[in-house]
């Protein structure tokens, strides 16, 4: 092989494979110098070089030279098998560089095969053709419920994770991911793709129900009406891609006493009280707007407190009131806490017996104004009487399930779901169509009167006799 030859053949592997020319250069003399010691011995020192600029093999071993022409088949098949592998290596570390930088964008291939649920998705390198497509998975948990891909379907995906397994690269994709809700946003909305609007959260649950907040940093667009589009035409593009997913467009706001109220839109409410220190806010609605605030299995609640990056509790003024009464009992039980201290537990937003368990010995001192040994026993008579408590609850947990079904998000959300569905029945329909459902409970009324219509009718056939 001459050296132009030589010099075509690297720039075709570094053009199709994104492998740089140097580390094909270094591959090639690695597996000549490999061949020419099996030929002439494992002891004898063989220096290989390649000229970068003409392509030229020098072979030495010792002061003599080597024609690498004259090696034999066996030490050229090895040659040939080293090669191949350090182009392997080469490959396998630039995919790795490429897609760990594109970790959380958004890509585009070609359903090949499904085994088993998981998707084997062909992907193309930035910028390459077809020739350098790579494969990744897309698994079954991480599809939108519902859907059902097919082969050879154009699908979307962001890169979630990307890593080594063994010499090759094991590239994950999701479609669940909020990041997919939000590569979606910037690919059918310019303003964001400009940065004229910018999305500060998402939150969502795959298939059901997804929140977004945005705002504009140009006081004249309206980052809302940007993102929904003329009659919705931006926005329905978004949930096709996501098999009809509700999307919840969020005006975001810095101030929580408004941001909150927001996210729990379309629910009126009345008040919200912030609790910084524990992470926590107590919303206030009307009897009739709770059901809407809560949403269905707790979701609204639960999607708006993942937007704000705070606890939310739904309830009504009453329901505080008992909260606060029945904190203020239990507090006074434990030793040495004074009435000066319960008050200041119920202004920093504790409630129960386990907040107070979240909260460091040094900082309930400094808020209580005891000593650190009189905090660190404050907790443990706390934690003792948490416990029990907990141990009394199912005996009670029937009396209050309702409550249990999403009002509060301090609690585990596994056991509020499974609180939503025992209690639950009504039928599964979005909270924006709950609204509607009130309406259409009147149509059932008219077939009553319908009914009513021909009873009514014998009466003026009994008044005819008499006019006869």
């Not at 891609?241 to 929580?256: A, K, Y």
């Not at 809407?292 to 407190?305: P, T």
């Not at 939503?420 to 309406?439: D, G, M, Q, Y």
């Given at each position: 092989?001459?050296?132009?030859?030589?010099?075509?053949?690297?720039?075709?592997?570094?053009?199709?494979?994104?492998?740089?020319?140097?580390?094909?250069?270094?591959?090639?003399?690695?597996?000549?110098q490999?061949?020419?010691?099996?030929?002439?011995?494992?002891?004898?020192?063989v220096?290989?070089?390649?000229?970068?600029?003409?392509?030229?093999?020098?072979?030495?071993?010792?002061?003599?030279?080597?024609?690498p022409?004259?090696?034999?088949?066996?030490?050229?098949?090895?040659?040939?098998?080293?090669?191949?592998?350090?182009?392997?290596e080469?490959?396998?570390?630039?995919?790795y560089?490429?897609?760990?930088?594109?970790?959380?964008?958004?890509?585009t291939?070609?359903?090949?095969?499904?085994?088993?649920?998981?998707?084997?998705?062909?992907?193309?390198?930035?910028?390459?053709?077809?020739?350098?497509s790579?494969?990744?998975?897309?698994?079954?948990?991480e599809q939108?419920?519902?859907?059902?891909?097919?082969?050879?379907?154009?699908?979307?995906?962001?890169?979630?994770?990307?890593?080594?397994?063994?010499?090759?690269?094991?590239?994950?994709?999701?479609?669940?991911?909020?990041?997919?809700?939000?590569?979606?946003?910037?690919?059918?909305?310019?303003?964001?793709?400009?940065?004229?609007?910018?999305?500060?959260?998402?939150?969502?649950?795959?298939?059901?129900?997804?929140?977004?907040?945005v705002?504009?940093?140009?006081?004249?667009?309206?980052?809302?009406?940007?993102?929904?589009?003329?009659?919705?035409?931006?926005?329905?593009?978004?949930?096709?891609?996501?098999?009809?997913?509700?999307?919840?467009?969020?005006?975001?706001?810095?101030?929580?006493?408004?941001?909150?109220?927001?996210?729990?839109?379309?629910?009126?409410?009345d008040?919200?009280?912030?609790?910084?220190?524990?992470?926590?806010?107590?919303?206030?609605?009307?009897?009739?707007?709770?059901?809407?605030?809560?949403?269905?299995?707790?979701?609204?609640?639960?999607?708006?407190?993942?937007?704000?990056?705070w606890?939310?509790?739904?309830?009504?003024?009453?329901?505080?009131?008992?909260?606060?009464?029945?904190?203020?009992?239990?507090?006074?039980?434990?030793?040495?806490?004074?009435?000066?201290?319960?008050?200041?537990?119920?202004?920093?937003?504790?409630?129960?017996?386990?907040?107070?368990?979240?909260?460091?010995?040094?900082?309930?001192?400094?808020l209580?104004?005891?000593?650190?040994?009189?905090?660190?026993?404050?907790?443990?008579?706390?934690e003792?009487?948490?416990e029990?408590?907990?141990?009394?609850?199912p005996?009670?947990?029937?009396?209050?399930?309702?409550?249990?079904?999403?009002?509060?998000?301090?609690?585990?959300?596994?056991?509020?779901?499974?609180?939503?569905?025992?209690?639950?029945?009504?039928?599964?329909?979005?909270?924006?169509?709950?609204?509607?459902?009130?309406?259409?409970?009147?149509?059932?009324?008219?077939?009553?009167?319908?009914?009513?219509?021909?009873?009514?009718?014998?009466?003026p056939?009994?008044?005819?006799p008499?006019?006869s």
């Amino acid at each position: 092989m001459n050296g132009p030859e030589l010099l075509r053949i690297v720039e075709a592997m570094h053009r199709e494979k994104n492998i740089p020319k140097d580390v094909i250069f270094t591959g090639i003399e690695s597996a000549l110098q490999l061949a020419a010691q099996r030929n002439a011995g494992e002891e004898e020192d063989v220096l290989v070089h390649i000229d970068r600029m003409n392509g030229l093999i020098v072979a030495q071993k010792g002061d003599q030279a080597i024609d690498p022409e004259m090696l034999g088949r066996i030490a050229a098949q090895s040659a040939k098998q080293v090669m191949i592998q350090k182009i392997r290596e080469a490959e396998s570390e630039g995919v790795y560089s490429e897609f760990t930088a594109r970790k959380g964008e958004m890509v585009t291939g070609t359903i090949q095969r499904v085994d088993a649920g998981t998707c084997i998705v062909s992907l193309s390198k930035e910028g390459k053709n077809a020739g350098g497509s790579i494969e990744s998975l897309l698994p079954r948990s991480e599809q939108i419920p519902g859907e059902t891909p097919h082969v050879n379907d154009r699908i979307k995906a962001v890169v979630m994770e990307v890593r080594r397994n063994g010499h090759r690269v094991k590239i994950v994709l999701s479609r669940c991911h909020p990041d997919f809700v939000r590569s979606l946003f910037e690919q059918e909305i310019p303003e964001i793709a400009d940065r004229t609007i910018e999305i500060k959260a998402v939150a969502r649950e795959a298939g059901y129900r997804s929140k977004v907040a945005v705002s504009s940093i140009d006081m004249k667009v309206d980052c809302v009406g940007a993102c929904v589009g003329v009659r919705g035409s931006r926005i329905k593009n978004v949930i096709d891609e996501l098999n009809g997913e509700r999307i919840d467009i969020v005006r975001w706001n810095d101030s929580m006493q408004v941001m909150i109220p927001n996210a729990l839109q379309p629910a009126a409410i009345d008040d919200v009280f912030l609790y910084p220190r524990m992470g926590r806010a107590i919303v206030l609605v009307k009897e009739d707007q709770l059901s809407l605030a809560i949403g269905r299995r707790g979701q609204n609640v639960r999607l708006a407190s993942k937007l704000v990056g705070w606890d939310i509790e739904i309830m009504t003024l009453d329901e505080m009131n008992e909260s606060i009464d029945r904190a203020v009992i239990w507090f006074q039980q434990i030793p040495g806490v004074s009435d000066e201290m319960v008050e200041a537990f119920i202004t920093e937003g504790f409630m129960s017996f386990i907040d107070i368990t979240f909260v460091e010995p040094t900082d309930l001192a400094e808020l209580g104004g005891v000593s650190v040994e009189d905090a660190e026993s404050i907790i443990q008579f706390a934690e003792a009487a948490a416990e029990r408590i907990e141990n009394e609850q199912p005996e009670e947990a029937p009396v209050d399930e309702e409550a249990a079904a999403g009002r509060t998000m301090a609690g585990p959300l596994p056991e509020t779901e499974a609180a939503a569905t025992e209690t639950s029945e009504e039928p599964p329909t979005p909270i924006a169509e709950e609204t509607a459902a009130a309406p259409e409970e009147t149509p059932v009324e008219p077939p009553a009167q319908v009914d009513a219509a021909p009873v009514e009718s014998p009466e003026p056939a009994e008044e005819q006799p008499p006019q006869s």
